[in-house]
């Protein structure tokens, strides 16, 4: 899927919790699997897992509030908010029960969502992110910094006049192991929406600004309490989130049937190693 049929496809849907962005795949009368993306990015992320696994599933990538398309109605753009946000999400949809596959802060907001809402997910699948108190990442701080001094529209602006400054080790270079290969479409696809509307690079503000480890750290006595079949796909090379986490996981949550690395991937792994995540997914699927 390339950023042409991916803006011919993509919709929205309300919810109470404001407008959502989405896309999907497949069968409308088949399992759902509902993917969620991190910070910065959007459903886009997820383009190549909608392309593989069309066959097996209904796949959904939702844009989290203040990403992409999605608008809050209200102030709150925590994970908590977010989690709720996907309960409503679903409701809009008329689906009931989802395997739920997330990435970067996805997987913390996916964690919270299991835990309030465990008979409405079939299956859990996390990737590289946040987990228990390992975020912020240390090396995101400047980022934020930035964001908290009012920086956040004019870096928005800089990356997309020239594209450059996001694969930069000082953009989110960082997040990819070849961030070289990162087309100047995707960059677009990713950064456009903000400026779209003034509202919405007020989201990806406010969504940052309400980092807060708090959140995942308190659901840790029910995540061991989550029986729900668990798939852990952790990239090695990621300077944000140490592979040590993907262990963490399997220790707490009690039904993880895999554990597996992908040597050298980085943060987005759904975007540089799809071919691995999706052989993974499939058989996660199939089980």
């Not at 795949?25 to 399992?31: E, L, N, S």
């Not at 228990?132 to 920086?151: I, K, L, T, Y």
Request: charged share 25%; aromatic share 8%; hydrophobic share 40%.
């Amino acid at each position: 899927m390339d950023v042409t049929e991916y803006e011919a496809r993509r919709t929205t849907v309300d919810t109470p919790s404001g407008q959502v962005g989405y896309i999907e795949t497949g069968d409308p009368q088949a399992p759902a699997a509902l993917f969620v993306h991190g910070v910065i990015v959007n459903s886009y992320l997820w383009r190549h897992q909608l392309d593989d696994l069309s066959d097996l599933r209904r796949c959904i990538a939702v844009d989290l509030l203040g990403h992409g398309h999605s608008i809050a109605r209200g102030s709150d753009h925590s994970f908590t908010a977010q989690a709720r946000m996907l309960a409503e999400f679903l409701d809009a949809l008329g689906i009931e029960q989802v395997d739920l596959i997330a990435n970067d802060s996805g997987t913390g907001i996916a964690q919270l969502f299991a835990v309030a809402e465990p008979d409405r997910v079939r299956t859990l699948a996390l990737t590289n992110g946040d987990v228990h108190d390992n975020w912020p990442p240390a090396d995101f701080a400047g980022f934020v910094d930035m964001v908290r001094d009012g920086g956040l529209a004019t870096t928005v602006q800089a990356m997309l006049d020239d594209p450059h400054r996001y694969r930069a080790a000082d953009g989110l270079g960082g997040a990819y192991a070849r961030p070289d290969t990162v087309s100047d479409d995707t960059v677009t696809a990713y950064l456009l929406p903000y400026l779209d509307r003034p509202d919405t690079v007020a989201g990806l503000e406010a969504f940052i600004l309400a980092f807060d480890p708090a959140q995942t750290v308190a659901v840790e006595n029910e995540l061991k309490a989550l029986h729900v079949p668990t798939l852990v796909v952790w990239g090695t090379g990621d300077i944000f989130f140490d592979v040590t986490w993907s262990h963490w996981l399997a220790r707490t949550l009690p039904d993880v049937r895999r554990r597996t690395e992908i040597p050298g991937a980085h943060l987005l792994l759904p975007e540089e190693y799809p071919s691995r995540l999706n052989a993974e997914l499939r058989d996660h699927l199939t089980r």
